[in-house]
């Protein structure tokens, strides 16, 4: 691998072809949501979450970021359910004219126990995989090229943005832009800042425009990859079947044979 | 637009009018008589333009409209009443609720208009050049900056400001308006599932890729609305013209309102006031409900205020277009967010979803309403801010997209 790409994954799991982990990742989403109940997805995600990241040596990262990110959403989806669930009739707590429900709260815990399982195996699949590999393998496989750049610039603009959005801030601060004041004070504030943010952004693209072109994007067909991720025959079996577990699986649900997984 | 294509569109709506009426007058189906009626509106247009013009494009778009109309209203019938909307079956993951077969009949039809559309094409020209003509190398750098404007406006809505809209479907309308349909499609559809799946944290949202084919949808529309040139300035126009503008728009919002409500309570077997009731509900309630009524004349009166103010009829238009896309894309979304996530999506709507559910409603229920609320607001504000974009762009800068001619202000001198 040159240099220049960047290192090998430490694990195995890290050097897995970006698209294996990405069938990985949406076949435990499609599952966490067709197995209903609670155990259910806790066992997809224990399979097919937690698993790996053990092996690829991540599994604490992956704890961390996945609970913190999938923290604002549990909340709400605790406070909204559990309070504002009409079928409830079993009360646990009254408060005003506001009740908690027995029925609300295994109804959020259903809830939450599917989010936690899409939310680690999305975190799993990030965690393993950089963008740019994606990419490049997608673009293998036959994406076409400028589909593949608009997916990795896009990426990449983000922070590029955001730096770019602290920079107009210094700026206009240095110009008297008032920025501690109360909220509606700085509510002003964001035209000044989102104005020559997204113009400025804009203006750029007739410069890019021309320097892709002069650098042949818009030239029809494939391009000669320099690198690309490693793929192997066992893994393409392995993404077949994990992607035909899911009709399976619909099929066992809608035939009543998931239900001692409550 | 110019004298011809104003006769045909004039006779167009002419025709179409009176099919609709006849149709309700004879089957007293009146949305039936609406879609039977904005077809016939459409393929009397585009006959006329190929009379005139010899162009076949409004035909094969003509064409395409009707197989997505017969999709639609076929999937519908054929699935007849809905079902139970109000029964909770945890059991059964094949929950054939009203909302959830509505998106997919809506899927489903879109795909086959585009497929007779494209099809056609293909047979008519042997190639897709409406297609290909949408996708030059700036509609890529656009759709570069659409996806991160979607994602870092969309995150900082979701995750900081807890308020009931969601602005992420600006740099989607952008590119919709400027680039095309296709080309607004994929900035949404791409720029969802980047949200969720690849982009890093902080600006990881995690339900996003859920909603991908609400942000398709949404390209979909800005582009055909910026091809008929809804964001075209039309400034310094008479006050009579502005007041008729004005007018028309609250009648055509309204009726989409009343669609909504009518559909809604159709649909939910729910029955929706549009007055505060006072018996048996909390006070603080009634008050929160004469404040949203109150919302609802101010905005109508800032909308007149804004127009004479300006003096730009396309005020109108964009809230016109707002309206429409917001309610199509809340009809798509409210299924996905009340199968997937149970209605909880971790931003400011929750707190209406909560309200919905402490009136009675089931979850399908709860997110339409909160989507019909939210989504209508949310889609006006960002056509409002697009339109503003596009105001401060240089004008020899828009020419250059595929669809910047027609968000340039008609020049009376020049001649058409």
Known sequence: ?262 | MNGARWLRVMVGIGVGAIAGVALYLFAQEWVLALVVGAIVADVVYALLARWQTGDWAPLRFAAGLVVFAAVALGGIALVGDFGEASDVDPDTFINAKAANTWALILTVAMVAGAIVYFGLELLQTGRLASLASQFTTRTYLLMVIGIAVNIILGQTVAAALKIPIYLDSIGTILVGILAGPIAGALTGGLANVLWSYVIPPPFQYQPAAAFAITAVAIGVIAGLLGRAGFLRPRPDRSTGELLIGGLVTVVLVGAMAAAAVIGYQYIFETDVSLLPSTEGVEWYFVALAWLALALVVGAILGLFALLLLRRDLTAAYVVVAGVFTGVIAALISAPIAAGVFGGVTSSGTDFLVAAFRQAGLDVQAATTGQGLISDPIDKVTTFFTVYLILQAMANRFKARFPQGEQVLPVDEGAGA
């Open chain 1, 1 to 262: 691998m040159p240099a220049f790409i960047g290192t090998p994954g430490p694990s195995a799991f890290h050097r897995l072809n970006p698209v294996t982990k990405l069938v990985l990742a949406l076949v435990t989403t499609l599952l966490a949501i067709v197995v209903g109940g609670v155990i259910g997805p806790v066992l997809v995600a224990a399979v097919a979450v937690l698993l790996p990241a053990a092996a690829a040596r991540i599994l604490g990262r992956l704890l961390h970021t996945s609970l913190v990110l999938s923290l604002p959403i549990a909340i709400s989806v605790l406070v909204v359910n559990l309070f504002f669930y009409p079928a409830g009739v079993d009360v646990l707590l009254q408060l005003g004219p506001i009740r908690a429900t027995a029925e609300g709260l295994a109804f959020a815990i259903e809830t939450l126990a599917r989010i936690g399982a899409i939310s680690g195996a999305i975190t799993l699949f990030y965690l393993t995989t950089p963008s740019g590999e994606l990419v490049t393998d997608l673009e293998r496989r036959g994406v076409a090229p400028r589909i593949a750049f608009v997916t990795h610039a896009s990426v990449q603009t983000v922070p590029a943005m955001v730096e770019r959005a602290a920079a107009i801030i210094e700026a206009q601060r240095a110009r008297g832009l008032d920025t501690e004041g109360g909220i509606l004070r700085r509510a002003r504030g964001v035209l000044p800042l989102a104005g020559p943010m997204l113009l400025g952004s804009i203006a750029e693209i007739e410069e890019r425009t021309q320097a892709l072109e002069a650098r042949g994007f818009s030239r029809p067909g494939r391009r000669t990859l320099l690198w690309e991720p490693a793929d192997s025959g066992r893994q393409r079996a392995l993404r077949w079947a994990l992607l035909l577990t899911v009709p399976l699986l619909i099929g066992l649900r809608a035939g009543g044979w998931l239900g001692w997984l409550g």
